[in-house]
């Protein structure tokens, strides 16, 4: 089936420097790809819709400058939190639709970043 | 109101009970239905999907939509403690970059 590779898993970063978290769709191409935070037992919140070649679309309230997302090709894309802050330690995780026929989206494992 | 409303629980239920979750929605224009289970610190993993009204059936889980009552369950015949985790609808509209709108989550324990 379908996998999505997220890394890193858990990294832990001083407050001030960027962090990059990278997903990679393994077996199919990714048309749309999706960055969501969630908070301890809470659901999950939409921040960004990445389509490959296109600016992302971010939702409200999320700073595009801060939370910068590249979706450079079918199967890879990127969020790199810039600057990072403590209130920005949470778990981040990307989603990707595949090209084609509707089967889903599959979800990456997740970043848990903790900014010290 | 929110599009999707799913009861947080927690849910607890003795091994080998019949598990049912729900969701309702008010976008009567979503078409695709998903159930996703999340294991803690976990991404959220694709148990089922269905297009449109109807059930489905995958082994001990069946989705079921019925969209004139804008209402989708999810069932677990015979549960078991592995089944522990937290269960989220999901469901998106055709066309567009199908973004999808979750619910907030079941959180379902299993004892033995």
Same mark, same amino acid.
């Not at chain 1, 999505?4 to 990278?22: A, D, L, N, W, Y």
């Not at chain 1, 990714?30 to 819709?49: D, H, N, V």
């Not at chain 1, 989206?105 to 848990?112: K, L, N, V």
């Given at each position: 089936?379908?996998?999505? +590779? ?11 420097? +960027?962090v990059?978290? $990278? ?12 960055w969501y935070r ?13 389509n490959?070649?296109s %600016?992302?679309?971010? $939702?409200?309230?999320? $700073? %595009? ?5 590249n979706?450079?090709?079918? =199967? ?5 939190? =810039?600057?990072a802050?403590? $209130?920005d ?8 639709? +595949? ?14 970043? =903790?900014?010290? | 109101q929110?599009?999707v ?12 009970a019949?598990?049912? !979750? ?10 695709? &239905? ?11 993993e694709?148990?089922?999907y269905?297009y449109?009204?109807g059930?489905?059936?995958?082994? #001990? &889980? ?6 004139s009552?804008?209402?989708?369950? !999810?069932?677990? #015949? ?6 522990s985790?937290?269960?989220l ?10 973004i999808?709108?979750f619910? #907030? ?5 299993v004892?033995?």
């Amino acid at each position: 089936g379908a996998v999505v +590779s997220q890394h890193p898993s858990r990294v832990i970063c001083k407050s001030g420097t +960027s962090v990059k978290i $990278e997903c990679r769709s393994l077996d199919f191409q990714a048309t749309t790809m999706f960055w969501y935070r969630q908070f301890p037992k809470k659901s999950l919140m939409l921040m960004a819709t990445s389509n490959e070649g296109s %600016k992302a679309t971010y $939702e409200q309230g999320v $700073e %595009k400058d801060k939370f910068l997302i590249n979706h450079a090709s079918l =199967t890879l894309s990127t969020l790199t939190v =810039t600057s990072a802050h403590p $209130e920005d330690s949470s778990f981040y995780i990307c989603s990707a639709r +595949s090209t084609g026929s509707f089967h889903g989206y599959t979800f990456g494992s997740g970043t848990r970043l =903790t900014v010290v | 109101q929110k599009e999707v409303e799913q009861d947080p629980g927690p849910l607890s239920v003795p091994e080998g009970a019949i598990v049912s !979750l729900n969701c309702t929605y008010s976008n009567s224009a979503f078409q695709y &239905f998903m159930w996703y289970r999340q294991y803690s610190r976990k991404g959220p993993e694709l148990l089922m999907y269905t297009y449109s009204s109807g059930n489905k059936e995958d082994g #001990r &889980f069946t989705a079921q939509v019925d969209k004139s009552s804008k209402y989708i369950s !999810l069932f677990i #015949r015979d549960s078991q403690p592995s089944d522990s985790a937290t269960y989220l609808c999901a469901m998106t509209s055709t066309g567009g970059s199908y973004i999808p709108t979750f619910g #907030r989550g079941t959180s379902l324990i299993v004892h033995p």
